[in-house]
């Protein structure tokens, strides 16, 4: 599985991202995806999950503000981020796995999100 991430940017406190990410390699619609983020000096987290049924999960810091959607006609994942603040300034990675749970072997290359006061 190869996977491509793209749509983060510059953008101020309250403003909007949305972050796509490209899937190959395998049937898109199977796959269990995932958005994770890491900031400077800070572990790597999971900011949003769908599984290959739709079934949703949201880290609790989202607190409505991402949405998280699949096109299975497009092999596409994305992630809509809005009211965006400073501390969701991170490099945000696609992940992939073949099961519902447990580790996700498959990642994108990640792309930056930068969110100014």
């Known amino acids: 599985v190869q996977l491509q991430a793209s749509g983060g940017g510059l953008v101020q406190a309250g403003g909007s991202l949305r972050l796509s990410c490209a899937a190959s390699?395998?049937?898109?619609?199977?796959?269990?995806m995932g958005w994770f983020r890491q900031a400077p000096g800070k572990e790597r987290e999971l900011v949003a999950r769908?599984?290959?049924?739709?079934?949703?999960y949201y880290g609790d810091f989202v607190k409505g503000r991402f949405t998280i959607s699949r096109d299975n006609a497009k092999n596409t994942l994305y992630l809509q981020m809005n009211s965006l603040k400073p501390d969701d300034t991170a490099v945000y990675y696609c992940?992939?796995?073949?099961?519902?749970?447990?580790?996700?072997?498959?990642w994108g290359q990640g792309t930056q999100v930068t969110v100014s006061s």
């Open positions: 992940a992939a796995r073949i099961e519902y749970s447990g580790s996700w072997p498959y």
């Open positions: 390699g395998r049937t898109f619609s199977s796959l269990n």
């Open positions: 769908i599984s290959s049924g739709g079934i949703l």
